[in-house]
């Protein structure tokens, strides 16, 4: 297969995986919202973060390391498991001692033995990082996707809601966690069978390490800037405040960043092995640019729109006060994955420090700018709106890079940009009118919902498909035509018969 037909077939499973997961976070979010408490979710967000920085720290880049270089040996495999499983074990017993301190800090003391049970996940997870990382150098997504769509399945929809069914709160979510990672171990590992040899050969590291430790820092910077408005609000508003703004933002952002990650995993390979081929990079990366943008604003404009109905279904009636917080961050959807797929761009090539600085910069301007919402008392949607106005300035200034990166193309990146906007713009307009008519004649939240889902996917659908021109019409129409012919032959013979 060539490096396109391999590149299309990894987003088709890629993209299996995100629909999969957007068709079931909501059933389980839902579920989860009527047997936990907003200071359960609080709990639980605290110490996600908590976990997911160790998380970073942990992986040291390691996987990226290996989708990236060029020429992969034995010996680099077996000194990714080596360094993986040392730091694993290393992030555990660190995170196990400072937990307390952490408790401290937040002035959350109930965290600290929640802190210690996400602490032994740092093995499990280290576990997975080689053989992940090698199916995403090969573009093998179907053991990656059938891993993840059924570790979800079993770690959350049986484990996750049996285990807060059963009284086990803010943990209930961290068994979940614990059963994703062993489902996907076993099936990743299946799928490659690398050796668990050890080196300590110091030359061994080299490469990694060169590569890994600028891509960690990268990943340290992301993660605090993702997670500041978490660590800000449950010191100064409490678990309970902090579980309802965590609900709201999962609402909207928790699929934008599956899809943000399922972009990140097919295009850092596709994009490395073609880092030296300008023109061919130029091409991909504003292919895919034009129809993220068209994808992404469209959605943000009808999560605008469908806020009330989100809440009430998902969330549940005691979450309602989430609204108006789901209808600013519904502004915030596009920029995190446009953003995500110039900043692949800048991995794939080996240009991190352009990276480093921007999420250095964008860290201290989100702290500053939450320190200024907290001083005059703007509450949590005042948080949701620095997110937005951050994210996009974030965007423009990826946005510069990028077109460095690929020697031109700022046209067609405003051109991409616009058109995402006017297209977003068209399908909220649409789907305005058609939820307000339903709101005044009384239509109930839940058959409101259905009703926008499906408006939804039609816009979305009609507009990649017959809207302004983009790789998918490219990729879908020739599809389409062959199916069309296949019907009309089978009908054809039914006909003579």
Sequence with gaps: MTLKAKTVHAIKWSYLSFFANLLLAPVFAAILARLLTKHDFGLFALGMSMYSLGQYIADFGIGQALVQKRELTDEDVRAGVTASLLLGLSIMSLAWMLAPLAGTLLRQPEVVPLFRTFACLYLLASLLTVATALLRRALRFRPLMLGEVGGYVLGQGIFGLGAAALGFGAYSLAISLAVQYLFQFVVTYLATRHSFRLTFRRESFRALSAFGGRAALINCLEFVSANLDTFLIGRWYGTATLGLYNRGFNAVCMPINSLARSITRVLAPSFSRVQHQQDTLRRSYLSGLLVVSITLFSAAAGVFVCAREIVLVLLGPSFASAIPIVQVLAFFIPFPVLSNISAVLAEASARLTAKIVIQLVYLLLLAAAFTLVVRLGWGVTGFAQVLVVAGALRCFVYAVVACRIIGGGGWATVLAYATGVGCGLGVGVVMFLVVSWARTAGMA????????????????????????PNEVQRQARPLIRARLARWRNAAGEIEQL
């Design 445 to 468: 939240p839940f058959m409101l919902l259905g009703l926008e889902l499906l408006l939804g996917a039609l816009l979305l659908g009609g507009v990649l498909l017959f809207g302004p």
